[in-house]
């Protein structure tokens, strides 16, 4: 017989749910106290995360406006196509090509 049982064999019905209550909380406290724990130690990274994702959600409309091509400003349109050099450049430098004209936005 396990040991567990001879012990729960002897109570009621009552004292079993408050035993598996009281169970219950402590495990509840236990990992709230491991959470609390977590979140202490490794508050220096998630700052700068969730900082990080609130500004990249508050900031996406912002983005996706100004990566659409051609970009209308002040009445004139900016890269509305690539540059020849890109376009006639060799396939191994392209991709090279291309990032370096998308950093000069």
Known sequence: MARGS???A???PEQLEVEQRLRTLA???VGLAVIA???YYLEGILIPLVLALALTYTLQPMI???SKRPL???GRKFFAQQPAAIR????MLRPFYELVYLAKL
């Open 37 to 39: 724990c977590g979140l």
């Open 72 to 74: 209308h400003l002040c």
């Open 64 to 66: 996706d406006l100004l």
């Open 27 to 29: 495990l509840m406290l």
């Open 10 to 12: 002897s109570l009621s």
């Open 6 to 8: 001879i012990f729960k």
């Open 88 to 91: 006639e450049a060799r396939p």
